[in-house]
């Protein structure tokens, strides 16, 4: 498939929000101060403030000043950033406004537009129609659409089905901002870069894989919200299973959007399901109560929400990819909110040597080789070798675990580290979309997701509670030890 032009004019709905303020608009100005926008790029700031383009311009420089640290910062790139901005309030419920927009847009376009809903879920579809309507969605535009996309599959199709209407698929770009992490470019790099692994990446060498999402946080001023999703919807239905899909899934012919899209959904179509008869033994909720959190005291969720709730805000399942690569190698996946730190890993854990010529202590002293790929708060890769431990050995060979570590901020201390949207950005105004989720993926992990949450619901399953500041609650570690495992931890 052709790729598109680059996009000549960016819209971002919610343009004054706390996702623009924290993430989007500090991305800009890397891109520009890279000199990586295209030249006659201009971002049209819009939403329900009534501003203009001076207090919107005013607003975005407090934004850059605020999160990017003042040795970054460069007058020149930060007023070329201005330069490119243009701002028109506007609501989707305001037939007025948007058409007011639509004519904004129509002005300052000189090419392809790439539309950011930057907003609640509930208006995608809504905006997407206002657009069509005003006709500022033709075949040159394209549409950037945060998660989650629905908090079902029944919501998640309606949304996609709404918008379908408006964009065809191949110009909806679907932000898991995930895919966008530099970890997560190291984990298709060392998968699909490297002859080391691939001989070794199947159920006859690996014996379990484990990944794992902690949050420090709570909800932070977002209960109405996160209650009404909880873990699994916020964090395991996408981020989690992006993550499963990038580990488990078969080399795609070409690093290019659609090979990549579709060994994904091979993955997702072959998870076995967890319904009525498996939660009880295949998954756990949580719920934090009160505790602490480096040694300083935090609430309970239900104290943070100011009422009860059966919320669930931590998640552990025991997954299966049932296919020939992965057929008896189990997933361990985990999230959850107040645990111990903040974290995103990939743990894969090869099988043990099938047997010790060594003898003695050192057979007692051999463990399974494991690989660390981890994506936040740093990234790294670490991988558990077996070596012999110094010594003369007249009381025979001992061994140790090294880890063979590579710290990308020793080893790149010289680059940057960049926030994730700079990379979904600019790949989507260049119209590339390997890195945004395709409808069926969307769909096909709701359907997963929805057989569990239905299993809950008919068993009755209530969160189990854990203290802030602990890996949640114990039956999360019963999930895993009965197996012959442990968290790694």
Known sequence: MTRPAPASLLTIF????????????????SLQAENLLPPGLRILG???????????????????????????RDDTALRGLLERLDYAAAS????????ALAARVSDLRNGDVLYHLSTAPRFYVPACHALGAHGAADARTRVMLEKPIGKDLASAAAINDGVAEVFDEDRVYRVDHYLGKEGVQNLIALRFGNALFEPLWNARHIEQV?????????VEGRGDYYDDSGAMRDMLQNHLLQLLCLVAM?????????????????????????????????????????????????PGYVQELGRDSGTETFVALRAHVDNWRWSGVPFYLRTGKRLPSRCTEIYIQFRKVPYSIFGGHAAADMRSNGLLIRLQPEERIELDLMAKTPGLDRSGLRLSQVALDLDFHEEFANQRRRISYERLYLDAIEGNGTLFV?????????HWVDAILDGWRTAGVAPKPYPAGTWGPGAAVSLIERHGHGWRE
């Open 14 to 29: 919610g343009a004054t929000g706390d996702l623009a303020q924290r993430m989007l608009l500090p991305s800009l100005y």
């Open 46 to 72: 819009s939403a329900r403030s009534d501003l203009d383009r001076e207090a919107f311009a005013n607003l975005v420089a407090d934004a850059i000043n605020e999160r990017i640290p003042a040795v970054e």
């Open 92 to 99: 989707v419920d305001d037939a007025a406004s948007m058409q």
């Open 210 to 218: 484990q990944i794992t999402a902690g949050e420090t946080v709570g």
């Open 250 to 298: 078969e080399p795609p012919a070409r690093f290019e959007p659609t090979a990549v899209r579709n060994e994904k959904i091979k993955v997702l179509r072959s998870l076995r399901a967890i319904g009525h008869g498996q939660v009880a033994t295949e998954s756990v909720a949580g719920q934090y109560t009160a505790g602490a959190i480096d040694g300083v005291a935090v």
């Open 438 to 446: 395709r409808r069926d993926e969307t769909e096909t992990a709701w």
